[in-house]
């Protein structure tokens, strides 16, 4: 039997497979949709779409930098993950040495404080800090925020990196090799406190999604490899930095808020009340799969807004049932 997709949206569709902790398999339909922004907030749909992407689009090489897009397939989520792709920049295109970065989507809110490149100098038998230099634009990465890895020592045993922030600058193992003098210090800092600061979506092995992955002891190898761990919850799959995933789905009608990021120095509108539907054709019939908005992403670099959908119903045993999934959508303009 030959499975058939029909995407009745201009939006992008597909389905993968995935394994609950009863290894139990589950049909996961995605749909994401891409609007352009105008500098008063409004909103219109693509003409054209960008392509399905299987995997995360990363800012660099995959496995050693960021995401700066997530994949469209993966995992349901519990809850909607929201991200800010862009850059910190002074009002009008004007030079200088520091920014305030602030974003909100519906319930949730971040800020931090982008500053000017600086470096650590020796002078006067001092180690320093120097000044920030003024700028135009600061990418809001991950890779300009503190945290990273250190493989520098000879000792293997003492390669070490920050788990807040594999991928930041500024973090030194014991027993570092690493240069002092010169070295680049964080640009993207918290708005108060310290540690790394982002808008941005992490990994599966950064720190705060940790506590979610289970419990990997003696028990569970004996008893439940390669199974996930009884304990596992599913807001390991929330994948937005800290305080940026909501308590429960979002529906669409919320205001969305970007401060300095944009040459006029804010940005707002709503997001799109959209609803999307889809079905699944199995032995019984078609089946609802209920869809949910589960990742936000505002990108100022190009004006654009993300959102993609997902839903999951069980399948375990009928997969090779599964004759047509049907992708449907209202509100989108």
Not at 325 to 330: G, H, S
């Amino acid at each position: 039997m030959t499975m058939e997709l029909v995407n009745r949206t201009p939006l992008v569709a597909a389905w993968n497979v995935t394994l609950g902790k009863d290894a139990a398999e589950s049909l996961c339909v995605a749909a994401r949709g891409t609007w352009v922004i105008d500098e008063r907030g409004g909103l219109e749909l693509l003409e054209e779409q960008p392509p399905y992407q299987p995997v995360d689009a990363c800012v660099g090489e995959p496995g050693v930098s960021s995401v700066r897009y997530e994949a469209d397939t993966g995992e349901m989520k519990p809850a909607t993950d929201c991200a800010l792709v862009g850059s910190a920049m002074g009002p009008r295109g004007r030079r200088v040495k520091a920014v305030d970065v602030a974003f909100r989507v519906g319930p949730v809110a971040k800020r931090a404080r982008v500053v000017g490149e600086r470096r650590r100098v020796f002078w006067l038998l001092r180690w320093w800090t120097s000044g920030p230099r003024a700028f135009q634009k600061v990418p809001l990465l991950w890779e300009l925020a503190a945290g990273g890895t250190d493989a520098t020592p000879v000792d293997e045993k003492r390669h070490a990196q920050d788990l807040r922030n594999p991928y930041g600058r500024g973090f030194r193992a014991r027993g570092s090799k690493l240069p002092v003098r010169g070295s680049a210090l964080p640009q993207v800092l918290p708005a108060g406190g310290r540690g790394p600061a982002g808008f941005g979506l992490t990994g599966p092995q950064w720190a705060h999604r940790k506590p979610f992955a289970g419990t990997y002891d003696d028990a569970w190898r004996e008893n439940r490899c390669p199974l996930l761990p009884e304990d596992f919850d599913e807001r390991f799959h929330l994948a937005a930095a800290p305080g940026l995933s909501t308590p429960e789905h979002l529906a669409g009608g919320e205001p969305v808020e970007v401060r300095g990021c944009t040459p006029s120095g804010r940005l707002a509108f709503t997001l799109p009340r959209a609803r999307v539907r889809a079905s699944a054709t199995l032995d019984a019939g078609p089946e609802p799969v209920e869809m949910k908005l589960v990742t936000v992403t505002v990108d100022t670099d190009l004006m654009h807004l993300r959102l993609l959908w997902r839903g999951a119903i069980r399948v375990h045993g009928r997969l090779p049932k599964l004759a047509r999934i049907e992708v449907k959508a209202e509100g989108l303009a």
